[in-house]
Nanobody, 115 residues
Framework: QVQLVESGGGLVQPGGSLRISCTTSGLTFKMYPMYWFRQAPAKGLEWVSTITPNSEITRYADSVRGRFTISRDNAKNTVFLSMTNLKPEDTALYYC????????RGQGTQVTVSS
């Protein structure tokens, strides 16, 4: 059974930084591209970033490019999202997924950007 567990969220001031993690089990992690999504209150699921299995290619939504960095550790079955220069509009529940649709995802970790 595939399990995805996100962690590391919290409350941060505008301009601050945060790194969130997603630890996986039940899948051959090193074979999968991995994705981060987010969902703000009363909004739909938004794709944030993608990383290929060997980290050779990363992609970002326009809204986070230059501020967020996706990375992975295949030995630890974990994917990360480092976020800098956070803005109030980054406030959302953040999910990792093994699917480009976001269909298989964890419970999420809340990131709140507020002064």
């Amino acid at each position: 059974q595939v399990q995805l567990v996100e962690s590391g969220g919290g409350l941060v001031q505008p301009g601050g930084s945060l790194r969130i993690s997603c630890t996986t089990s039940g899948l051959t992690f090193k074979m999968y591209p991995m994705y981060w999504f987010r969902q703000a209150p009363a909004k739909g699921l938004e794709w944030v970033s993608t990383i290929t299995p060997n980290s050779e290619i990363t992609r970002y939504a326009d809204s986070v490019r230059g501020r967020f960095t996706i990375s992975r550790d295949n030995a630890k079955n974990t994917v990360f999202l480092s976020m800098t220069n956070l803005k109030p509009e980054d406030t959302a529940l953040y999910y990792c997924s093994k699917d480009s649709s976001g269909a298989t995802r964890g419970q999420g970790t809340q990131v709140t950007v507020s002064s």
